[in-house]
C-alpha cells in the first residue's frame, strides 16, 4: 500500500452508520489514500446503508439470522474479496467475529472502540467511565485480533469528561471525537506508516 494509490476498503456496520459517514467525507478527497469500496451491514434496516447509497458506494445487507458464525463470516469474506477490498473497517459492527475471520485479515482489520483502551472494553462504556469518576475518556481505533476489544491501538483521542455529564452527553462528545480519528488512523494505515507486526502496532 503506498500514498500514490487508493486502497479499496470494506466498511462493516451494523447501525447508524455516522463513523461509515466519516470515512466516506474524507474518502471524497482525492488526495485521501482510502476509498469505500463496500459497505455490508448485518442489519436490514441499518441507517448506514442510506449513507453509503447517498454517497453511491456499493452496499448490501448480509444477514447472520440462521448461519453459524463460520459461514455468516465466510460470506462477508467472500463479498469483500469479489469487491477487490485490501483494508476493513469494522464500524459499529456488533458482532463477534470468527477467529477464521480476524486471522484471514489480520493487520488489514481496524476497529473504532469508544473509550481509552485498554481501559473500559466491551459495552455500556460512557455509564461505567462516569460512575469510575474519570476525569477523561477517548477513542481509540486498534487493529482487530481474536479477543473482544483488544489489539494494538493504532490512534486514540482524549476528550474531557465534565462533572455535569450524563452518558449520553458523554458520548455525544466522544463520538465527534471518533469522527476525526477514524479517517487518520485508516490514512496512518494505507500511507504505511503503521503496520501490525507480530501483535504489536508498528510506526514506520
Ligand atoms: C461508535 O461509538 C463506535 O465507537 C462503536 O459503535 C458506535 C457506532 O456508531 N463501536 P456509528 O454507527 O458509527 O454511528
Redesign the pocket.
Known amino acids: 500500500m503506498t500514498a500514490s494509490r487508493r486502497t479499496p476498503v470494506g466498511v462493516l456496520?451494523?447501525?447508524?452508520?455516522?463513523?461509515?459517514?466519516?470515512l466516506l467525507d474524507a474518502s471524497f478527497a482525492d488526495s485521501y489514500p482510502a476509498s469505500v469500496a463496500l459497505v455490508i451491514s448485518n442489519v436490514v434496516d441499518a441507517?448506514?446503508l442510506i449513507r453509503a447509497k447517498t454517497a453511491g458506494i456499493p452496499a448490501g445487507v448480509i444477514t447472520h439470522r440462521g448461519k453459524t458464525r463460520e459461514d455468516f463470516d465466510a460470506e462477508m469474506d467472500d463479498a469483500l474479496r469479489a469487491a477487490g477490498v485490501e483494508v476493513v473497517c469494522?464500524?459499529?459492527?456488533?458482532r463477534i467475529l470468527s477467529d477464521g475471520f480476524v486471522r484471514a485479515w489480520e493487520g488489514k482489520l481496524l476497529?473504532?472502540?469508544?473509550s481509552l483502551l485498554p481501559a473500559y472494553k466491551g459495552t455500556n462504556v460512557h455509564a461505567r467511565v462516569i460512575a469510575a469518576g474519570e476525569k477523561q475518556s477517548g477513542?481509540s481505533v486498534h487493529f482487530v485480533m481474536p479477543e473482544l476489544d483488544a489489539g494494538p491501538v493504532i490512534a486514540q483521542s482524549t476528550v474531557p469528561v465534565l462533572a455535569k455529564d450524563t452518558p449520553e452527553t458523554l458520548?455525544a462528545r466522544?463520538?465527534e471525537a471518533?469522527h476525526r480519528l477514524y479517517p487518520t488512523a485508516l490514512r496512518l494505515v494505507c500511507e504505511g506508516k503503521v503496520r501490525l507486526e507480530k501483535g504489536q502496532a508498528v510506526f514506520a
Do not use: C, D, K, T
Open positions: 456496520i451494523s447501525g447508524r452508520g455516522s463513523n461509515l459517514q466519516s441507517h448506514g469494522l464500524a459499529g459492527f456488533m476497529n473504532i472502540h469508544p477513542a458520548a466522544v463520538l471518533e
